[in-house]
Antibody
Framework: QVSLQESGPGLVKPSETLSLTCSVS????????WSWIRQFPGKGLEWIGY???????IYNPSLKSRVTISVDTSQNQFSLKLNSVTAADTAMYYC????????????WGQGALVTVSS | QSVLTQPPSVSAAPGQKVTISCSGS????????VSWYQQFPGTAPKLLIY???QRPSGIPDRISGSKSGTSATLGISGLQTGDEADYYC???????????FGGGTKLTVL
């Protein structure tokens, strides 16, 4: 059973960069699409973007100028960087695997709560 | 505001059947497969239905999905108190080129 685990700081200051890593266990990061999804306190879900094992990616245009998603196949990990954060970026951040494509998401991490506050 | 529209809440008695609707457009639901997710408080969403009506291994057949035109529906029959959760629809939007979700529906089993 594939397992995903997010890691990274739970508190980020405004204007700084949010950085999270997703470690994939019991399965290869190759041949799948890997996404970051966030859930706001009001419960809405927002897809941030994906990276393929090859490194190709697509980002949500609403975040495109601030987002970088990268993959490290040697470590079986992929990462999210979101710069110039504000309080509006406070959310639960999930990493997830695409089932045979970008969507749907068949495996999810447990989530990492990130709060943006000074 | 979500691209896909779901009712904020639905309710039904134990043993009954409930349906949850998800309304989209010709650039998302009409062109692409729909999936459904179940989320309990404090946990990650879990895939319930993919490719409009397919169940992953371990999902009981009292869970069903369907799609027609620009709308999709999740059905849950034989309701149990353990089904109380939030349910989200999701798909790809071919115009926006992004993954999208509905706003979520809270199911209450009375």
């Amino acid at each position: 059973q594939v397992s995903l685990q997010e890691s990274g700081p739970g508190l980020v200051k405004p204007s700084e960069t949010l950085s999270l890593t997703c470690s994939v266990s019991n399965g290869s990061i190759s041949f799948y699409y890997w996404s970051w999804i966030r859930q706001f306190p009001g419960k809405g879900l927002e897809w941030i973007g994906y990276v393929l094992y090859s490194g190709s990616h697509i980002y949500n245009p609403s975040l495109k100028s601030r987002v970088t998603i990268s993959v490290d196949t040697s470590q079986n990990q992929f990462s999210l960087k979101l710069n110039s954060v504000t309080a509006a970026d406070t959310a639960m951040y999930y990493c997830a695997r695409g089932r045979l494509g970008v969507v749907p998401f068949d495996y999810w991490g447990q989530g990492a709560l990130v709060t943006v506050s000074s | 505001q979500s691209v896909l529209t779901q009712p904020p809440s639905v309710s039904a008695a134990p043993g009954q059947k409930v349906t949850i609707s998800c309304s989209g457009s010709n650039s998302n639901i009409e062109k692409n497969y729909v999936s459904w997710y179940q989320q309990f408080p404090g946990t990650a969403p879990k895939l319930l239905i993919y490719d409009n009506n397919q169940r992953p291994s371990g999902i009981p057949d009292r869970i069903s999905g369907s799609k027609s035109g620009t709308s999709a529906t999740l059905g849950i029959s034989g309701l149990q108190t353990g089904d109380e959760a939030d349910y989200y629809c999701g798909t790809w939007d071919s115009s926006l080129n992004i993954g999208i979700f509905g706003g979520g529906t809270k199911l209450t089993v009375l």
